[in-house]
């Protein structure tokens, strides 16, 4: 049974910064491109980042603009995203997925086959 779980979320004042992390069981996670993607209440799910299988390639939400770092380490069989000069409208739940799929690296969600249930972000103004 593959379970994805994020952990690290909270509650943050902007301008400062959060660790995410996605730990993965149940499937060989060096196999699967993975994904970070965000949504805020009352708006779609949307792409933040994502991380080839060999961990060579990212790539970003226009959003990000040089604040968040996607990394991956698959002797833990787990990814992160380091999140700094968090804003206001960065506040939503965080979701990791993880994709078998072709392509280095994906931003449709709808390519991801398996997903985590979230981890809350907030950040006060």
């Known amino acids: 049974q593959v379970q994805l779980v994020e952990s690290g979320g909270g509650l943050v004042q902007a301008g400062g910064s959060l660790r995410l992390s996605c730990a993965a069981s149940?499937?060989?996670?060096?196999?699967?491109?993975m994904g970070w993607f965000r949504q805020a209440p009352g708006k779609e799910r949307e792409f933040v980042a994502a991380?080839?299988?060999?961990?060579?390639?990212?790539y970003y939400g226009d959003f990000v603009k040089d604040r968040f770092t996607i990394s991956r380490d698959d002797a833990k069989n787990a990814m992160y995203l380091q999140m700094n000069s968090l804003k206001p409208e960065d506040t939503a739940v965080y979701y990791c997925?993880?994709?078998?799929?072709?392509?280095?690296?994906?931003?449709?969600?709808?390519?991801?086959?398996?997903w985590g249930r979230g981890t809350q972000v907030a950040v006060s103004s």
């Open positions: 997925a993880a994709g078998r799929v072709a392509a280095t690296v994906v931003v449709r969600s709808r390519e991801y086959d398996y």
């Open positions: 149940g499937l060989t996670f060096s196999r699967y491109v």
């Open positions: 991380i080839s299988r060999s961990g060579d390639s990212t």
